[in-house]
């Protein structure tokens, strides 16, 4: 997250602008607050708690509670409970927008499954003008999209764009799709709209594949001469 997004995170719960926090706590795809209860020593309080009178800890009050908290999920001790945000504030990591710099109040056209870290399965419907698809997740250019067809054809590769200063977000032009894609990449509606199927992957996972079974073949071949070894030590012993 920025730096602005920090700074004014206190000021609004020090304020009771609850409503503008769970925007900013959407925003930032965020599903669960840590109420602290804790009782330390004033020693500790300068740097935890905003001071000697603790105004942080001041702020939980039944207000905050009931304006931004939803179900208790689990009591950690008489320190800390953990709760689901107020569902009024959920949202989806992957949505589509006129404006990236707002979080639509109705999330449809999107529907996505996560098939790894990795690797996203998106399908967009009744796309009719350019709009924003947005990826709550952290920034990279190397998050790159795909069409799926025939074969995976990448869109926009590269271009996708810091949003909120943080996330990840492309451009999706109906009409440059037509021009730029056959008709095997995406179907037409009756009122010339597009659906369109993509898959959000994040290139250097190509590169970790190899890394991942050199180390796993390195750690059986290990496991093996070790194996080998205590047999041989085994037999001359008899």
């Known amino acids: 997250t920025n730096i602005a997004i920090g700074d004014s995170i206190f000021p609004m719960l020090r304020d009771k602008k609850y409503k503008e926090f769970g925007h900013l706590v959407q925003l930032l795809n965020a599903r669960y607050v840590i109420l602290d209860k804790q009782q330390l020593p004033e020693s500790m309080t300068s740097y935890l708690y905003g001071g000697e009178n603790r105004v942080i800890l001041k702020w939980q009050t039944e207000e905050f509670i009931k304006g931004l908290l939803g179900k208790k999920l689990q009591d950690f001790g008489i320190r800390y409970s953990l709760y689901e945000i107020n ?8 949505y589509l927008t006129d404006d990236y710099d707002v979080f639509p109040k ?12 990795s690797l996203y399965k998106i399908h967009l419907t009744n796309i009719r003008k350019p709009q924003k698809l947005v990826f709550l997740d952290s920034y990279y ?21 810091p949003v909120q200063g943080f996330a990840n977000g492309w451009e999706i032009d109906p009409e ?3 021009s730029d894609f056959s008709d095997v990449y995406y179907t037409t509606n009756s009122d010339g709209s597009l659906n369109l199927n993509l898959y959000l992957y994040f290139e ?5 594949k190899p890394i991942r079974n050199i180390s796993i073949t390195s750690f059986l071949g290990l496991g093996l001469s070790q194996l080998i070894l205590f047999r041989k030590k085994h037999d001359s012993k008899v």
């Open 87 to 94: 569902p009024k504030y959920n949202n989806d990591r992957i």
């Open 106 to 117: 109705a999330l449809p056209n999107v529907n996505y499954s996560k098939l790894s870290d």
């Open 141 to 161: 250019r190397d998050w790159t999209l795909y069409f799926e067809g025939p074969q995976l054809k990448a869109y926009r590769k590269g271009k996708n764009v």
């Open 176 to 178: 440059e799709i037509k």
């Open 204 to 208: 250097p996972d190509k590169f970790n």
